[in-house]
């Protein structure tokens, strides 16, 4: 009995102890499995949910020349303070999104976002991995990404494009 009072009393200490691994080999993870933004592009989708690895992987398997990576985000995980924004390479916006965040994004060609779902026929691009709301979506390429000039950003959001 004494010796099950003592590992009670130890607990907070031995979870404590857990959550400051997981933390840390989270961060080791990601530091080991994560690449400088000029070898990967960034897609963040503001969507009511999307299979981001699944989608990431298959984006991966004919990346541009240069790239290491691709990732998949949804908007929620810049919400960790971080400058992201500032690094997305693709962003896909429902047509209501805020004025002031899409006027600074890019088109993809001509003026205006390029539409990726239509919700009046449910059709669009990526359907496999995204899950659309109830509104038109549109695709806009990042003024701050580092692959306006070598195309890759470009070349990434065909392939979106091309999904079914």
Known sequence: MRVLKNIFSQ???FVLWLL???LFWGWIFTFVTDTV????????C??????????AAAL???MPEGLRMVQVH????????????????????????????????????GEGGTKVYDA?????????????GDEDYYMYLGSASVHLDDGAALAVA??????E
């Open 20 to 22: 400051a691994s997981v």
């Open 74 to 109: 949804t908007f929620d995980y810049v919400m960790f303070g971080t400058d992201a924004f500032d690094r997305g390479d693709i962003f896909i916006v429902p047509a209501s999104e805020d004025a002031d965040f899409v006027k600074d994004l890019l088109p993809l060609e």
């Open 120 to 132: 009046a026929t449910g059709e669009g691009a990526a359907t496999e991995y995204i899950r659309y």
């Open 37 to 44: 933004p000029a070898k990967k592009v960034t897609v963040y």
């Open 158 to 163: 065909r392939q979106i494009l091309a999904m």
């Open 46 to 55: 503001r969507v009511p949910a999307v299979e981001d690895t699944a989608m």
């Open 60 to 62: 991966e398997e004919d």
């Open 11 to 13: 607990l907070h200490t």
